[in-house]
């Protein structure tokens, strides 16, 4: 399939429609409301409509009612397993002039710098040490003179580090639009998920915010997906900046794009990221967003998303702070990043906003991050099962939707984290996790509690990478 016959402009996003929506909602009354949860809690999802009432809750008691609704429907689907990864930012080097990010290309404050493969090899080195088994790699909308095959190379570089005591099983990818030519070279690379964020899906504000450079052409950007799962790539993540246009449209346009990707490919995306814009070197708007999100009304968008796609993903980043992380994990979020750094080579030399994409909200290591995770009686999972057994795209949703595929994640999730306790933890985290995981399975039905137990023996015995 060539760029010409997938969609080249993003008329799915259909402003009028939001709009009109979003007056109705405003008029949607308790019962309605109380009805849309009952809905909810069937894990079909909702409509457009049913998600512009509850962005227009103000009630303290319907506020309520909505997070009891996700955190149950996030309980039956999830269960208590968090999915843990690391950003790896290997470029900084960008064309665009985005306004709210210190990567544009007119920000003379920001220290440049692109990473050689020796650069990479340490970064991946460092992180397999400190446990990580996926990372997320991002790269700065510009290229050395390599070009793309600078995205390929860096990939090839991840994986091929092997350390004693492990090695990254899963790269997921942040990188420019691409056409479908250089998605299908992505896809041969052997990425995981290919993320990109549409910014904002308001196209007045989307041209108001990137003022040069490629980035411009709302379009070529908010068809990429398109062009990624055309290529073959079926396991894809979106999402908005929130901070740029109003929320409430956001996540309608958002729904708009979902549904398009379900029309078009017969399953939505994998993974859907909700940053809040956070402050960034030389960016007076990162300062001062232009539609800033309360914490309030980002409780709430983390609590809807979660019952308008109950199966899903939600990441959250370490944009956020600690104490707010461990709050909206109960609402719906299901894979958090841990001792991050958005400054290339910040890893193994320094963590250095001067040079970074945006600030740190949480600087906590994986291992407290891990321990903060066990403290709600969460089980940090480190597993890539899925993606290497071609459970992705449609397979993984067919799955999912009926619940089968708690029969793989919730052992996987327990194997891998005796893993990073045995090979990476202290004392007193290993500890903790023992007691957990052996609680966990205890609680377990017969059939997977038999499952977990023989994965779990088998770590114990020295074998790694066991999975279902």
């Known amino acids: 399939?060539?760029?010409?016959?997938?969609?080249?402009?993003?008329?799915?996003?259909?402003?009028?429609?939001?709009?009109?929506?979003?007056?109705?909602?405003?008029?949607?009354?308790?019962?309605?409301?109380?009805e849309i949860l009952a809905k909810a809690l069937e894990l079909k999802g909702l409509s457009l409509s049913d998600v512009a009432a509850l962005?227009?809750?103000?009630d303290p008691e319907l506020c309520h009612a909505l997070f009891e609704a996700a955190r149950a429907v996030k309980e039956r689907i999830y269960g208590t397993r968090m999915v843990l990864f690391a950003p790896l930012y290997i470029s900084n080097l960008c064309n665009n002039e985005c306004l709210y990010c210190a990567f544009r290309a007119s920000n003379r404050e920001l220290e440049r710098r692109a990473l050689s493969r020796d650069d990479i090899t340490r970064e991946v080195e460092e992180l397999v040490d400190q446990g990580h088994k996926r990372v997320l790699m991002v790269a700065g909308e510009r290229y050395p003179q390599e070009g793309f095959r600078y995205v390929l190379d860096a990939i090839d570089a991840i994986y091929a580090v092997k350390r004693p005591k492990g090695e990254i099983r899963r790269v997921n990818v942040n990188v420019a639009p691409l056409s479908v030519d250089e998605f299908r070279e992505l896809k041969a690379a052997r990425i995981g998920t290919f993320q990109l964020f549409q910014e904002t899906?308001?196209?007045?504000?989307?041209?108001?915010?990137?003022?040069?450079?490629?980035?411009?052409?709302?379009?070529?950007?908010?068809?990429?997906?398109?062009?990624?799962?055309?290529?073959?790539?079926?396991?894809?993540?979106?999402?908005?900046?929130?901070?740029?246009?109003?929320?409430?449209?956001e996540i309608l346009a958002l729904l708009q794009h979902i549904h398009h990707l379900e029309e078009r490919f017969g399953v939505g995306p994998h993974t859907i990221s909700i940053p809040r814009i956070?402050?960034?070197?030389?960016?007076?708007?990162?300062?001062?967003?232009p539609n800033e999100v309360s914490d309030d009304d980002?409780?709430?968008?983390?609590?809807?998303?979660?019952?308008?796609?109950?199966?899903?993903?939600?990441?959250?980043?370490?944009?956020?702070?600690?104490?707010?992380?461990?709050?909206?994990?109960?609402?719906?979020?299901?894979?958090?990043?841990a001792g991050s750094r958005t400054n290339p080579g910040g890893y193994t030399e320094r963590e250095d906003e001067q040079a970074a994409q945006f600030h740190l909200g949480d600087h906590r290591s994986l291992e407290e991050v891990v321990v903060d995770l066990m403290s709600m009686g969460h089980i940090p999972s480190f597993c890539t099962g899925c993606y290497r057994m071609g459970r992705t795209g449609k397979d993984f949703m067919d799955l999912a939707r009926p619940g089968d595929i708690r029969r793989h994640c919730d052992p996987n999730g327990l194997s891998t984290f005796l893993e990073?306790?045995?090979?990476?933890?202290?004392?007193?985290?290993?500890?903790?996790?023992?007691?957990?995981?052996?609680?966990?399975?205890?609680?377990?039905?017969?059939?997977?509690?038999?499952v977990s137990q023989k994965l779990v023996e088998r770590v114990r015995s020295g074998q790694r990478d066991a999975y279902v």
Not at 55 to 58: E, F
Not at 215 to 222: I, L
Not at 431 to 443: F, P, T, V, Y
């Open 1 to 34: 399939m060539s760029d010409a016959s997938v969609a080249q402009t993003g008329d799915f996003i259909q402003d009028g429609v939001i709009a009109q929506v979003l007056d109705r909602g405003a008029a949607a009354s308790p019962t309605e409301i109380r």
């Open 55 to 58: 962005s227009k809750l103000r």
């Open 201 to 249: 899906y308001h196209r007045g504000v989307y041209a108001e915010v990137h003022r040069g450079g490629p980035k411009r052409n709302y379009d070529f950007r908010v068809t990429a997906m398109d062009r990624a799962m055309a290529a073959g790539i079926d396991d894809v993540g979106i999402g908005p900046l929130l901070g740029l246009a109003d929320w409430r449209f």
């Open 278 to 289: 956070e402050p960034a070197c030389g960016s007076d708007m990162a300062t001062r967003p």
């Open 298 to 337: 980002f409780r709430k968008i983390v609590a809807i998303l979660r019952l308008a796609v109950p199966y899903t993903g939600l990441i959250l980043s370490t944009r956020e702070s600690a104490a707010m992380r461990h709050e909206l994990i109960g609402l719906g979020i299901s894979q958090v990043s």
């Open 420 to 450: 990073y306790l045995i090979d990476f933890a202290s004392p007193e985290t290993r500890q903790m996790g023992e007691r957990l995981i052996q609680d966990k399975i205890e609680r377990m039905a017969p059939i997977p509690r038999a």
